[in-house]
């Protein structure tokens, strides 16, 4: 959220972030990389691509320093 750069607003649970500048070809192209994942029910490859889409994306076990483990 940092990179949003947020600005307060006169309720504290609400704030106010700028749009990030995205290229609409590539996010589209990292849609379909997620969409194909979804489709080969690939849980590596969907990380990936959303590690891509959301480069801050951590999976559960990325944020609680476990090793991923996929089935």
Known sequence: ???????????????IGRQIEIDSETFISQLRDLRDAANKNDIDLAIKALHSIVPTFMTPDEFNGKPLVTV
């Open 1 to 15: 959220m940092n990179e949003e750069g947020l600005q307060k607003t006169s309720n504290d649970l609400i704030f």
